[in-house]
């Protein structure tokens, strides 16, 4: 049997103490019997069973020798198998009160599983202390997204109740623009939170996207043209297989960035399949996103410009993180990048064969 980490070093341990035991036993008995021999012969009796007054002197000077070896031996193992052991049991009891930025010391990396043990917790430990961290951004987050929506209606409904505001339909409409925006915000938190928990249960069919993409442009084209941008298509037709409704939300999550913050111009949405993946991409004419930003367009509550409010523009500050979790449901992924007109262009795309799986 192979002995590795630990086991190697016990064995190692045990395999010299008993080789410097035996060593110590051979060299004192050459000793003890030559100064015997030549300066008190008469009392060796080498035809005797038992053994003599200076046998037993040395047989008991030997093994307390032997004795003091192993306990240093021991000793000296004991502290560097403990080293690491005594860190995590430490490093668990301070987390356990809180404090999770502890790590725990590995000491001695030829020991093995102790090491290993020490680095398992430090990794344990860094995982609880990101966990933690988000929590507080998310809770803080949420909050702030929803203070202004929340304000807003409890300042219009009480000046409703007073008479301050006339009961009027703008007054209505504006009310539930404010409730839509709260049903969202909740809606998009509901599809991140399933799909880093594992369980956003995606409904996988043979669809006919192009005809989806067509009828969610036209369900935005309004609002886009509002905010003096142009719809252009480049649809392939074919069977895609994917869950067509939420595909559908992801690129409403994409139109709807995309009027709230590329400039007025053309939106080119297009679809298609390339290198046994599908994607579906939309592009605007700017003003783009920093590369140094880019990767961080699809974490929740994180904007490339942190200087606008979601409640300002009218965004949950979740619309791009809602389209990596669709794409990493189909077992893809969501990027950004330039676009040919320099502005940004998102793509979703996911595998032929994960998607048929």
């Known amino acids: 049997m192979r002995l590795s980490g630990l086991s190697r070093q016990i064995a190692r341990t045990m395999m010299a103490m008993a080789l410097g035991i035996t060593v110590l036993v051979v060299l ?28 037993w002197l ?61 680095d398992d917790f430090n990794a344990l430990a860094g995982q609880l202390q990101r966990v933690s961290e988000e929590l507080a951004f998310w809770n803080s987050a949420i909050a702030h997204e929803l203070r202004t929506p929340v304000t807003i209606l409890k300042g219009r409904l009480q000046g409703l109740s007073e008479g301050v505001f006339p009961a009027d339909e703008s007054q209505f409409r504006g009310l539930l623009t404010q409730v839509d925006g709260l049903s969202r915000l909740i809606e998009d938190l509901r599809t991140v939170s399933l799909t880093e928990s594992g369980h956003l249960n995606l409904h996988v069919q043979n669809t006919d996207l192009s005809a989806e993409i067509r009828d969610v442009v036209e369900l935005y084209k309004e609002a886009l043209e509002a905010a003096g941008q142009r719809p252009v298509l480049d649809l392939h037709a074919g069977p895609v ?69 979601s409640v300002r523009d009218g965004g949950s500050g979740l619309g791009l993180a809602v389209v990596a979790a669709i794409a990493h449901a189909h077992g893809g992924q969501a990027t950004c990048r330039p676009s040919s007109e320099g502005g940004a262009c998102f793509e979703l795309s996911w595998p032929v064969a994960q998607a048929a799986d």
């Open 28 to 55: 004192t008995s050459y000793v003890f019997y030559f100064l015997a021999l030549r300066y008190f012969p008469e009392q060796i009796d080498e035809t005797a069973w038992w053994p003599s007054a200076p046998e």
């Open 241 to 309: 297989h994917c869950d067509p409704m939420r595909i559908r939300q992801a690129l409403l999550a994409l139109l709807d960035n995309a009027r709230r913050h590329a400039v007025p111009g053309t939106i080119r949405i297009h679809n298609g399949q390339e290198g046994g993946r599908y994607f579906l991409r939309v592009e605007d004419n700017g003003p783009g996103i920093p590369e140094a930003l880019a990767s961080q367009v699809f974490t929740a509550f994180r904007r490339a410009n942190p200087a606008r409010s």
């Open 58 to 118: 040395w047989l008991a000077a030997t093994t307390v020798a032997a004795l003091g070896l192993a306990v240093m031996v021991a000793v000296k193992l004991s502290r560097r198998i403990l080293v690491p052991l005594n860190s995590v049991a430490d490093s668990l009891r301070r987390v356990a009160q809180g404090d999770l930025s502890v790590r725990a010391t590995a000491g001695d990396r030829s020991l093995g599983e102790a090491a290993e043990l020490a």
